[in-house]
């Protein structure tokens, strides 16, 4: 099969496409014959070799040189073959999910069961490989993490990436009061997807317009916002959630106040979000695709940054 490969740590170019042994599913996983898969900021972390959270992202992604040689989380397709321990999937399923560890830039991806399901039937093969981990990190911020209400007042950062335009529709879900904030150019997105009010951050700060919130939510990470500096923007009992990893390590100094997310990618949630797919409520934003054999330029383009939405990777695959 055909896969996109790097045997250094490095910069896109370290990317290569190279046929490779197809995979064989073990007795609890899925092999997917992956239609699209997309990219994310944890791709990036492997590629380059970076190391975050006090190594452990060199602990997974290898030391010297890549554990894993494929990248790619997330995937969807129709599933090849499945593992002898499998019950809820078969051969020529349309599904969508995420594997703990990569292998998604490639012909072929196998995925353990329990990480995979049926794809929104509503969905183009692109829209649904956008989903899986970036709507996974929203659903742990904003439903797993914290119980929203309606009337409660909700504040995301960072709302026009892969992660913010899934989080401004899941807290729509519960409440109407939703900010986004994001630059010029992005605001009728942020609208479009529920955003009762946008911020422009080109041209405001939100922490220093007197607005307070319960929830404030930092799409973004990378430390361009911190618990410190969003206090007076939090109600006295108001949350502070990071994708900053690095803030598990501090929530106890702030009590509870401060919740970092190992966000789960699983059945369970991934049919709550086919749901309410299927019911209109939660779309993706894909803001371009490349083909597979261009995934160096795809890695490129995500790190200039201010996306609007997924960067998608499709496979062509569907003989």
Do not use: W
Not at 80 to 97: A, E, P, Q
Not at 188 to 194: C, D, E
Not at 277 to 304: C, G, N, Q, W
Request: charged share 30%; aromatic share 10%; proline share 3%.
């Amino acid at each position: 099969m055909k896969a996109i490969v790097y045997e250094e740590f490095g910069n896109p170019d370290v990317l290569e496409l190279k046929e490779v042994e197809k995979p064989v599913p073990k007795d609890n996983e899925v092999l997917i014959k992956v239609h699209a898969t997309s990219v994310n900021a944890i791709d990036m972390i492997f590629r380059s070799g970076a190391t975050l959270l006090f190594g452990v992202t060199k602990l997974m992604a290898g030391f010297r040189k890549p554990k894993a040689k494929i990248l790619g989380f997330d995937a969807s397709g129709e599933v090849d073959s499945v593992g002898k321990k499998v019950t809820k999937f078969k051969k020529g399923d349309l599904v969508y999910g995420a594997a703990q560890f990569p292998g998604g830039n490639a012909e072929y991806f196998r995925i353990p069961e329990e990480r995979v399901a049926l794809k929104p039937t509503n969905m183009t093969y692109e829209e649904a490989a956008a989903v899986p981990d970036a709507a996974c990190v929203a659903y742990s911020a904003l439903i797993d993490k914290v119980s929203i209400q309606e009337g409660q007042k909700v504040l995301i950062y960072g709302a026009s990436g892969g992660v913010g335009t899934y989080a401004i529709q899941v807290a729509k879900l519960f409440t109407t009061e939703v900010t986004a904030v994001c630059s010029t150019d992005k605001i009728s997105n942020a609208k479009v997807l529920g955003a009762k009010e946008v911020i422009d951050y080109t041209k405001e700060d939100f922490r220093k317009n007197g607005q307070v919130y319960d929830f404030i939510f930092d799409a973004v990470g990378r430390k361009k916002i911190a618990y410190s500096d969003c206090k007076k923007s939090l109600t006295k009992k108001g949350i502070f959630v990071t994708v900053d990893l690095e803030a598990v390590l501090f929530k106890y100094m702030f009590k509870k106040r401060v919740i970092g997310i190992f966000a789960p990618v699983n059945t369970e949630i991934l049919d709550f979000l086919r749901e309410q797919i299927e019911a209109e409520k939660i779309k993706s934003i894909v803001e371009k695709t490349f083909p597979l054999s261009e995934t160096a330029d795809a890695h490129r383009y995500y790190e200039k940054g201010h996306l609007k939405g997924k960067i998608v990777i499709v496979v062509t695959n569907r003989e």
